[in-house]
């Protein structure tokens, strides 16, 4: 009877090493996805946070063109200093602005966020150019940030000799107020419209009407 009862005991510890074996690498494993991809969701909401706030001070930008002079020296740049653009959001000029928020983006990513893992940091692949636009409308415009960036994983697969890797995307859109430069790009519009023979032709037709609308409301 001692005999058996220690030839279980002997066979029930090895059954135990046996499961030990098996389920511990099983749950190392969960466990360190469940790290990674917090840490993954983490690196995300960095990323979209840069995208927001730059998209807002792009916007901004648009907005009023000596901001970003008074953001950046910390003064009001004097008359001789500013440049007057009265038809920007028609003709472009946005360029400059377009070009500083890309690279503030790009740098922002690559320099600033913060990771569990070390080297696990995100980098851009979104062209600098395609970054930051500036997007004219017509009757609106917005201004717009969209990034496409590439995290490498801290693990490889089996018989490969490159990390995995994970993309994010994230894009923000914030719409340009200036209700002045608004109502001068309507009124130049109007301008062309009334000097062209279609706009005196038009308006000719608008007189007739409403001059038959007075009489038949006289009577």
Same mark, same amino acid.
């Given at each position: 009877m001692t005999g058996r009862r220690e030839r279980?005991?002997? *066979?029930?510890?090895? @059954?135990?090493? $046996? *499961?030990?074996?098996? @389920?511990?690498? $099983?749950?190392?494993f969960i466990l360190f996805f469940l790290i990674f991809m917090g840490n993954a969701y983490y690196i995300k909401a960095?990323?979209?946070s840069i995208v927001a706030r730059n998209a807002v001070t792009g916007a901004a930008y648009c907005a009023d063109p000596i901001l970003q002079s008074i953001r950046e020296t910390g003064s009001v740049p004097s008359l001789?200093?500013?440049k007057i653009q009265p038809y920007r959001y028609l003709f472009g000029g946005m360029d400059g602005i377009e070009q500083d928020i890309s690279t503030k983006v790009k740098d922002e990513i690559e320099s600033n966020t913060t990771s569990f893992f070390r080297g696990m940091v995100p980098v851009v692949k979104t062209r600098r150019d395609n970054i930051a636009k500036f997007n004219n409308y017509v009757i609106y415009s917005t201004?717009?940030?969209?990034?496409s960036c590439e995290v490498g994983l801290?693990?490889?697969?089996?018989g490969s000799n490159t990390p995995l890797s994970l993309t994010l995307s994230s894009r923000t859109e914030v719409a340009v107020n200036d209700a002045t430069e608004f109502i001068r790009n309507t009124?130049?519009?109007i301008d062309y419209f009334e000097d062209s023979k279609l706009g005196s032709s038009i308006k000719s037709v608008f007189d007739k009407i409403n001059g038959f609308m007075s009489s038949f409301a006289a009577r």
């Open positions: 279980y005991k002997s *066979e029930y510890g090895a @059954v135990q090493i $046996v *499961e030990a074996a098996i @389920v511990f690498p $099983v749950m190392f960095q990323v979209e001789s200093d500013l201004f717009s940030v969209e990034v801290p693990i490889r697969m089996f009124d130049m519009v």
